[in-house]
């Protein structure tokens, strides 16, 4: 069991929209639609922002929208903020009740 | 509103048993629609899920750390725990335990505790 690769940085102007890649295998993200997303500001828990790939729990913004092709998920954020500067991870099933993060991506509001 | 709060030891001695306690208040650990999780972050680096239980004591390990890892569960203290065998250098991390929402969320981690940071070291 691997993590899945993220890049490390991704990073873009207030007011642009990135996109961060999560890619698995076919034993993980691309056999499940399953993947979680979380944000984690520095000293802080993680915080769900997406689940079962594409949607949001209450409370998240919709600025916040997810997304899967093979065995690659990806989580975009739009209209970026300042707020938004953080790391952020994803996570999917794989299989016999496992669960798998990723490398982690830091996110630069430049 | 449900919390979360890990609580044991925050310096551990080299092959020795790390053991760490996640207090559930403001709900039920004992509720048929949530699993229990513990997951990890060494210093700098990122997360990795150790494993969950259900209330019935099922469990469920990342195979990695299998041959280490005790998960259990009191649902008379609403607590539920983490042993972590033969610990190295390398366990040193923040453990954070979380909620899972089975029905919800689809096992999403979606109540995490503030996270408690053990050293291992001599």
């Known amino acids: 069991q691997s993590a899945l690769t993220q890049p490390a940085s991704v990073s873009g102007s207030p007011g642009q929209s990135i996109t961060i890649s999560c890619t698995g295998t076919?034993?993980?993200?691309?056999?499940?639609?399953?993947v979680s997303w979380y944000q984690q500001h520095p000293g802080k828990a993680p915080k769900l922002m997406i689940y079962?790939?594409?949607k949001r729990p209450s409370g998240v913004s919709n600025r916040f929208s997810g997304s899967k092709s093979g065995n690659t998920a990806s989580l975009t954020i739009s209209g970026l903020q300042a707020e938004d500067e953080a790391d952020y991870y994803c996570?999917?099933?794989?299989?016999?009740?496992?669960?798998?993060f990723g490398t982690g991506t830091k996110v630069t509001v430049l | 509103q449900l919390q979360l709060q890990e609580s044991g030891p925050g310096l551990v001695k080299p092959s020795e048993t790390l053991s760490l306690t996640c207090t559930v208040s403001?709900?039920?650990?004992?509720?048929?629609?949530?699993?229990w999780g513990w997951i990890r972050q060494p210093p700098g680096k990122g997360l990795e899920w150790i494993g969950s239980?259900?209330?019935?004591?099922?469990?469920y390990y990342n195979p990695s750390l299998k041959s280490r890892v005790t998960i259990s569960v009191d649902t008379s203290k609403n607590q539920f725990s983490l042993k972590l065998s033969s610990v190295t250098a390398a366990d040193t991390a923040v453990y954070y335990c979380?909620?899972?929402?089975?029905?919800?969320?689809?096992?999403?981690?979606?109540?995490w505790g503030q996270g408690t940071m053990v050293n291992v070291s001599s």
């Open positions: 079962e790939g594409s």
């Open positions: 403001g709900g039920s650990i004992s509720s048929s629609s949530y699993y």
């Open positions: 076919s034993s993980d993200v691309g056999s499940y639609n399953l």
């Open positions: 996570c999917s099933y794989a299989g016999s009740s496992t669960k798998v």
């Open positions: 239980i259900y209330y019935s004591g099922s469990t």
């Open positions: 979380a909620r899972q929402d089975k029905y919800q969320l689809l096992y999403a981690f979606d109540i």
